[in-house]
């Protein structure tokens, strides 16, 4: 019989499996990956210099979000799940997200490394070491990071994807007195002076230079008069805090967001963008139906990632409720402009399916 | 919890339940009087009692909060009043427990189901013992009544942990079940009477919030317990002029009646008056659960000068007439211009 070395599901893999096409590889793709070089060989043993990584690469650097986020608990009180659970996205981008029973926010922390240093975007929502030991974390991942890759030392940078954003800028407390840190200031002029975008601000863009991965800062005003985004061009990721993410986007001006949004989509324009990464999850994965403020248990969560025509939408939407006080559901977020943040609209969006997920008990 | 422990949880405790209450029946057999003196519900009334200076209300950190799923207060020797602890359930109900001479009535049983999370049933088990004990009375010759203020899941979802206990009757999750219980075939105005033995409770319809839910007065210690129509947060108003009436109902009730306290099923704002959100797990400085009859009076006539939908604030409770489904009291911290 010939054994052609082509994809067939029913005799190559599990037809159905949840990951789509592939699940045990696609045997008309070359074997080596242009972005295989880009990962360090664990060959060496004992290495005589730093290692200095290459963050140039066509398309974006390999990395998967694998595993499914903690969903809290029935009972907060019972719940034994770790404080901050940590996804590494690759080896150079870590996922943190702070435990819902926690901080019902459950905010995400990302960590990236660079030749030159460490970048740790957001905070978290508690500033309590006890309850939530972010410090203690970042040090141990930075640590292990800095003896893999042979380095001494890795200067962190700090910086917010809002200053004024209390589930995202309480753990920045942890952090003061810290050696080797820069913290991004959290007022929004000397915030504009640090990033060199004063008299550019919101039009210009920023940068943090990490050591050959160079993080762009783009102002993004529209939920928080002093939010920011940032972009990878690593790993193709846009970290967008509160100003994009699967969950209830509380408008804080509606021009400024719709403008945001705009200078946004112009920018992932000349950029790849792979996913928007956010601040937070607050959807369900039935879609159009989010979890209210203040849950801790929340099993039928949404994935954290939206792909980049996600700005699109919110564009078209975004005007939809300029000057209205309204909210407004679409499949993956929810609008609220000018309204309290539990409002609630009996507006269905059209055409799509409206399914009501079983209450916990 | 692991699965070991969790399956030989429940047999675990009604095992033990079980030998606690024989071994109180024997030392009750031997060394107290076979008929025990019936306890006066009828003098000195209203029966004194007191209220916690501070309830347990949550913690900044819901899984480092490590207060019991229950606070149990005993208002005097006859009267419990349980909460749930907020890090168990946003809703923290508070539930009173009335003892009388023969039977023993509890209103409301929580916003968790499964006794896995919360031994409920052992809670009231416990101090249904307690009690006993201390009044000279075997715990199985007192019939417990197990009923609710109104038909909503945060006031009967651990119901279905008494299931199994003997000498006990509850209230059924419907309509007709719940009115069926207390006898009622005219709610909400006719009112009933229940004797604990020697106690009176007086219950009557108190739609307004939803249709089926009663109030309940307690003759010995005089606590007029309003449910969710009438506690120091939100009142949801779903139905205007029902719940006007039943407020009408109450105040007429207060003229006729002496009543030491009126108390509702939750708390959601603070001693000053601030509002803690729908949902919020900690609330360092809630208000008392208790009130006075002059609140209830003067929230009613604030009552009749809301002509609209929308939220009040009479000075005591939040009135939320018809909003529930669209709006609350919060506001975007991060608005700006």
Not at chain 2, 110 to 128: P, Y
Not at chain 2, 217 to 234: A, K, N, V
Request: glycine share 8%; aromatic share 12%.
């Amino acid at each position: 019989m010939d054994q052609k070395p082509t994809y067939n599901p029913t005799l190559s893999g599990i037809p159905n499996s949840p990951s789509g096409a592939y699940p045990n590889g696609n045997p008309d793709v070359p074997y080596n990956l242009p972005g295989a070089r880009n990962t360090d060989s664990a060959v060496p043993l004992h290495r005589s210099k730093p290692v200095d990584h290459v963050y140039v690469c066509d398309g974006p650097a390999p990395g998967k979000l694998a595993f499914r986020w903690m969903y809290g608990s029935n009972i907060a009180a019972k719940n034994r799940d770790p404080r901050i659970q940590v996804m590494q996205y690759n080896e150079d981008t870590v996922v943190l997200r702070q435990n819902m029973c926690v901080h019902w926010e459950a905010p995400f922390t990302y960590l990236l490394f660079g030749n030159k240093g460490a970048l740790l975007i957001d905070t978290g929502a508690n500033a309590e070491r006890l309850y939530y030991p972010l410090r203690e974390t970042v040090d141990a991942i930075i640590a292990r990071w800095a003896k893999v890759r042979g380095r001494k030392t890795v200067p962190l940078t700090i910086a917010l994807t809002s200053g004024e954003d209390i589930a995202q800028n309480q753990g920045l407390a942890q952090f003061a007195g810290r050696p080797d840190t820069t913290i991004v200031p959290k007022p929004l002029e000397v915030m504009k002076r640090f990033y060199g975008l004063s008299g550019r601000w919101p039009s210009g863009t920023g940068t943090i230079d990490l050591g050959d991965r160079i993080i762009s800062v783009i102002p993004t005003p529209g939920t928080h008069k002093d939010g920011v985004s940032f972009y990878d061009p690593y790993c193709d990721l846009l970290f967008t805090g509160d100003f994009i993410f699967p969950g209830r986007i509380n408008i804080g001006n509606d021009r400024d967001f719709v403008v945001s949004l705009e200078r946004l989509k112009t920018f992932v324009a000349a950029n790849n963008v792979k996913y928007i990464l956010g601040g937070h999850i607050e959807m369900m994965f039935a879609p159009g139906k989010y979890y209210p403020r203040f849950y801790t248990y929340k099993p039928y969560e949404r994935v954290l990632e939206l792909e980049p025509s996600i700005i699109d939408e919110l564009i078209q939407y975004g005007r939809e409720v300029q000057g209205k006080e309204m909210v407004l559901i679409r499949p993956d977020f929810v609008l609220f402009n000018g309204v309290s943040p539990d409002q609630k609209t009996l507006v269905w969006p059209a055409g799509v399916p409206n399914i009501t997920p079983p209450r916990p008990f | 919890m692991n699965r070991r422990t969790f399956l030989s949880y429940p047999a675990a405790a009604a095992t033990t339940v079980g030998l606690a209450n024989t071994i109180a029946g024997l030392a009750n057999a031997a060394t107290l009087a076979p008929d025990p003196a019936p306890i006066d519900f009828k003098s000195h009334l209203p029966a004194p009692g007191s209220f916690p200076e501070k309830w347990i209300c949550g913690s900044p950190s819901c899984m480092d909060n490590t207060d019991p799923p229950v606070h149990v207060h005993w208002y005097n020797a006859h009267t419990a009043i349980l909460r749930q602890n907020k890090a168990y359930s946003y809703e923290a109900p508070f539930a009173p427990l009335y003892f009388g001479n023969d039977r023993i009535l509890l209103l409301d049983e929580g916003f968790v189901q499964l006794r896995t999370d919360w031994d409920f049933r052992g809670v009231v088990d416990k101090c249904i013992d307690e009690w006993c004990a201390r009044n000279g009375r075997d715990p199985a010759s007192m019939e417990l009544l197990v009923a609710f203020t109104h038909l909503h899941s945060d006031h009967y979802a651990a119901t279905n942990q008494f299931a199994d206990r003997p000498n006990t009757r509850y209230m059924g999750l419907t309509q007709e079940e719940m009115f069926g219980f207390w006898g009622m075939t005219n709610f909400p105005e006719q009112q009933v009477a229940l004797d604990l033995g020697g106690r009176e409770i007086l219950i009557w319809g108190s739609p307004g919030h939803v249709i089926a839910e009663f109030a309940y007065y307690d003759s010995y210690t005089q606590i007029l317990f309003t449910g969710d129509m009438f506690y120091r947060g939100r009142c949801y108003i779903s139905f205007w002029q029902p719940w006007f009436d039943s407020m009408t109902r109450l105040i007429r009730f207060c003229d006729t009646h002496p009543v030491s306290h009126v108390m509702g099923c939750h708390v959601e704002m603070s001693k000053d008056g601030q509002d803690y959100a729908y949902g919020m797990t900690y609330q360092p400085d809630e208000a008392p659960v208790q009130m006075t009859v002059e609140q209830l009076r003067s929230s009613y006539e604030f009552a009749k000068t809301i002509t609209k939908p929308g939220i009040y604030y009479t000075g005591t409770v939040f009135l939320c007439n018809q909003t529930r489904g669209t709006t609350t009291i919060d506001r975007n911290p991060y608005r700006y211009d």
